[in-house]
């Protein structure tokens, strides 16, 4: 029987607005499509009900909330295996979950978290905003020196060189204010939107198409929308 | 016997720290099976089981750092 090998192109799946437990579901069943060959890579593009996540690297202490807060706030609670301390998503933040088999590209973790951060930078050149790397930290961030605030997060997990996780951006500045439940990344750090930086809306669809081109850009694969 | 090894996890990338073990001393394994969890900057990495066997020695608890290169594991395939 002849086999036929996946084609090497990126098939992406918008979930929209999806609760976090349901999504990693999504991530572990194209994860396992990955890893049995049937598919080259998988990019997952959501945007979650308020959630916080702890990282394996999370300390409880980090979540500042009130049991009274969580449940007026409707803020669900969920510990993960990725990498990193805690986060919060909220309906106007953007993640991207990138399923991507590292064998065909680098073993590198380094080099993939500075290649998500890089994504993220030149979105933000594409809309006239400056992102930075601050270093020994991951992640992306903007402002002067001195002042810079957090825009994108990047928190991932590895098994058998395939990723699962990845990165969140704030897009609206609704967001920002649920941020005040958490020291972010364990961190006393300042977090801002892209609203708040562009001054305007910004439709979470035009933010998709600009981070598909990207991530086509740097993994040089085309991405493939199953769904839209 | 087979050595688990930490290996080169990419650039730059000296140590790591190891966050969950997947069995203890004594316990069966099989090769390719998740063994152990490891955690450097953002990520978290799982190291597969590089034999089947019994997990005979584990010379780093959870939470210690670890070098690249360094064994972390013996397993004991007969």
Sequence with gaps: MMITKPVSVFEALDLGLIDFKKALEAQKEAYSRVKNGEQFCALIFCRHHPVITLGRSSSRKNILATEADLISGGIEVCE????????????????????????????????????????????????????????????????????????????????????????????????????????????????????????????????????????????????????? | MTNVVLPELGEGIEKATISYWYFNPGERVTEKEDLVEITTDKATFNLPCPASGIVSEIFFHEGDSVNIGEILAVIDEG
Aim: a positive charge; proline letters at 2%.
């Design chain 1, 80 to 228: 993960t295996e990725r990498g990193g301390d805690v986060t919060y998503h909220g309906p106007g933040s953007m993640n991207v979950y990138p399923i991507i088999n590292l064998k065909f590209f680098k073993k590198d973790i380094h080099w993939f978290l500075r290649t998500l951060e890089e994504i993220v930078i030149n979105l933000l050149s594409d809309l006239r905003i400056k992102g930075l790397r601050l270093t020994g930290l991951t992640g992306v961030w903007t402002g002067i020196a001195g002042e810079e605030k957090k825009i994108a997060s990047i928190g991932i997990t590895i098994r058998h060189w395939i990723t699962l996780h990845g990165l969140s951006i704030i897009i609206k500045e609704a967001d920002l204010k649920k941020f005040q439940y958490i020291r972010p990344c364990g961190m006393d750090i300042k977090m801002t939107s892209l609203e708040t930086l562009l001054g305007r809306n910004i439709e979470m669809e035009e933010i998709k198409e600009i981070l598909i081109r990207k991530f086509e850009a740097e993994f040089t694969r085309h991405v493939n929308m199953v769904n839209s």
